[in-house]
Nanobody, 124 residues
Framework: QVQLVESGGGLVQAGGSLRLSCAASGRTISIYAMGWFRQAPGKEREFVAGISMSGVNTRYADSVKGRFTISRDNAKNTIYLQMNSLKPEDTAVYYC?????????????????WGQGAQVTVSS
């Protein structure tokens, strides 16, 4: 069992930056590929970024490519999402998730563990 807790959300103006963290406990995350998802009001949860177990491979949604960076520190059992050049349409609850699937999958259903979410609000 893996417990995931997100932090670092908040309110930021358009063009600003935020860094989300996801701290894991219960098991080492080194055996899991990890992902970030988001869900805006009235919309389905969508894939944002994923990172392989080793951290060598990453994958991004087209909407965030070039602005967001996913990373992981297996020694700290933590993953991160650096979000730059934020836009109002990035406003959502952001979730981290863990999966044993490889390669990196964008499908919600393939992730086994989820955090409780962190609100990110970008004002125009």
């Amino acid at each position: 069992q893996v417990q995931l807790v997100e932090s670092g959300g908040g309110l930021v103006q358009a063009g600003g930056s935020l860094r989300l963290s996801c701290a894991a406990s219960g098991r080492t995350i080194s055996i899991y590929a990890m992902g970030w998802f988001r869900q805006a009001p009235g919309k389905e949860r969508e894939f944002v970024a994923g990172i392989s177990m080793s951290g060598v491979n990453t994958r991004y949604a087209d909407s965030v490519k070039g602005r967001f960076t996913i990373s992981r520190d297996n020694a700290k059992n933590t993953i991160y999402l650096q979000m730059n050049s934020l836009k109002p349409e990035d406003t959502a609850v952001y979730y981290c998730a863990a999966t044993r699937q490889a390669p990196i999958t964008m499908a919600n259903s393939m992730y086994d563990y989820w955090g409780q979410g962190a609100q990110v609000t970008v004002s125009s």
